[in-house]
């Protein structure tokens, strides 16, 4: 049975946070866990500090080490640990995909299936893209579900069982379903790329611990319809999560 989060410290963020950077979702003795925005890289690229730096300056934190990483164009939950100990441990349940992941995106196009799992390669591509090959000897795989909210527009559930780069982008791709704003990929044009972490469940300190944040940026995430979808798919992945509310 996962626990309730009853002595992780929440917060809805700082006034000198900037809003477009992140959020703070919970914090524990090892880890933070942040609500990262859209369109903000997990490195420093060519700023002075990059948003782990940031996060670690504006809550008191003399370092934190990235467990694991999101796209650039991906919004969600981030996980950082306080030490290198953690990190290492943390990353361990990553790399032996023990960790289960949600992720939700959109497409305005209909998929070649609408649930199933895509499984193959990733080979690289032009540009720094990446591209699903028929073979597996070592392949990307994810499993997925998709339903329709509004004409034209279908919400994707994708559940990713390995860590590729660019994997859930690609599926997508691979589907005949780009996700919208996913301009590499072939998505529509849109304002930001309509793909988000929303749900993490892992072992911690030995309890299951259960964390949903639905994407709160991006007009067609805010839609009254898109807004009921994502709450019915995230009640049922923490039912069959068992995650206490």
């Not at 880890?31 to 990262?36: A, H, N, Q, S, W």
């Not at 799992?117 to 690289?124: E, F, I, Q």
């Not at 919208?180 to 990929?185: F, I, N, V």
């Not at 998505?187 to 259960?210: D, I, K, N, Q």
Request: charged content about 30%.
């Amino acid at each position: 049975m996962a626990h309730e989060r009853d002595d992780i410290r929440e917060e809805s963020g700082d006034a000198s946070t900037p809003p477009s950077s992140y959020r703070m979702v919970a914090e524990r003795a090892d880890f933070l866990l942040i609500d990262k925005a859209p369109d903000i890289s997990v490195h420093r690229d060519q700023e002075q500090y990059g948003l782990v730096e940031r996060v670690a300056a504006e809550h008191g934190c003399a370092q934190l080490y990235l467990v694991h990483r999101l796209d650039r164009m991906t919004s969600g939950l981030l996980l950082l640990a306080k030490s290198a100990a953690s990190c290492a441990a943390l990353a361990r349940q990553f790399a032996e995909h023990k960790i289960e992941k949600m992720y939700v995106a959109l497409s305005d196009r209909k998929p070649l299936k609408k649930q199933g799992s895509v499984r193959g390669d990733m080979l690289r591509a032009r540009d720094g893209a990446w591209r699903l090959a028929r073979s597996l000897e070592n392949p990307a795989l994810t499993v997925f579900h998709s339903r329709s909210v509004e004409p034209g527009l279908r919400l994707f559930v994708l559940r990713p069982r390995t860590g590729k780069t660019h994997q859930l982008r690609v599926a997508m791709k691979s589907l005949g379903a780009p996700i919208l704003g996913d301009s590499r990929y072939g998505g529509s044009v849109a304002e930001r790329g309509y793909l988000h972490a929303c749900a993490l469940r892992f072992e911690y300190a030995g309890e299951t611990v259960c964390f949903s944040e639905p994407p709160r940026t991006g007009a067609l995430f805010c839609d009254p319809m898109v807004q009921v979808a994502l709450q019915e798919e995230l009640d049922d992945w923490r039912r069959e999560m068992d995650c206490a509310r």
